[in-house]
């Protein structure tokens, strides 16, 4: 069936430096991808997402890009805080479905 | 503010038990979905809907159902728990259809089945 592989599965960085999360899907007709920040014993939370007609977006710190060709998109977290360790999800739709990865541990380092 | 409200963030039931899971959400959506959620494994989906009586299997619907008899409330039902169904569930809303749109949360049920 349709997937989305996501990697690294851990990332540890110290605080300040930057931390990219990469993800890839199968789905050629995917057209929307967002990106869920679910900190610990805490629900997911959407932080940002990407519409196919468009190859980069940006929001503060945070960045996604997007590469229809390659069935590729990654998040850029910049300058990052101690509140950014959290397990980070991708996910691209299907259909009328959200399909996500398996998420990406984010551990900021002092 | 979005609610998305999960009835019990904690069960315990024994193997061969039938157990509801409700979701209720305050903001009108359409659109409604189960995942459950395991170290390791990230988000699954197990069923959703897009209208009420209407219901789409997701990719590990095997072992669930679902019921939809009003839009604001969507349950997942387990026929009979098994040891491989603890876990943690996930309901999710979206107002918008074809999944272009943000997901809202609940809380999470943990249910253990012993």
């Known amino acids: 069936g349709e997937n989305v592989e996501q990697h690294p599965s851990t990332l540890s960085v110290q605080e300040g430096d930057s931390a990219v999360i990469k993800c890839t899907y199968s789905d050629s007709a995917s057209n929307y991808f967002p990106w869920y920040k679910q900190e610990l014993g805490k629900r997911p939370q959407l932080i940002i997402d990407i519409r196919s007609n468009v190859g980069e977006k940006k929001d503060q710190r945070i960045a996604v890009t997007l590469n229809k060709t390659a069935k590729h998109f990654s998040l850029h977290i910049t300058e990052t805080q101690p509140e950014d360790s959290a397990v980070y999800f991708c996910?691209?739709?299907?259909?009328?479905?959200?399909?996500f990865g398996k998420g990406t541990r984010l551990h900021i380092l002092p | 503010d979005v609610k998305v409200t999960q009835s019990s963030r904690y069960l315990v039931k024994r193997t061969g038990e039938k157990v509801f899971l409700e979701c209720v959400q305050d903001?009108?959506?359409?659109?409604m979905f189960w995942y459950r959620q395991d170290p390791g494994l990230g988000l699954r989906l197990i069923y959703f809907s897009y209208d009420v009586k209407m219901k789409e299997k997701g990719d590990i619907p095997e072992g669930y159902s679902v019921s939809r008899e009003k839009k604001e409330r969507f349950s997942l039902i387990l026929e009979s728990a098994s040891t491989n169904q603890t876990s943690m569930y996930l309901c999710?809303?979206?107002?918008?259809?074809?999944?272009?749109?943000?997901?809202?949360f609940g809380e999470g049920s943990r249910l253990t089945v012993l």
């Open positions: 996910a691209a739709s299907v259909g009328d479905k959200i399909i």
């Open positions: 903001m009108d959506h359409e659109n």
């Open positions: 999710a809303s979206t107002p918008l259809a074809g999944g272009t749109g943000e997901l809202f």
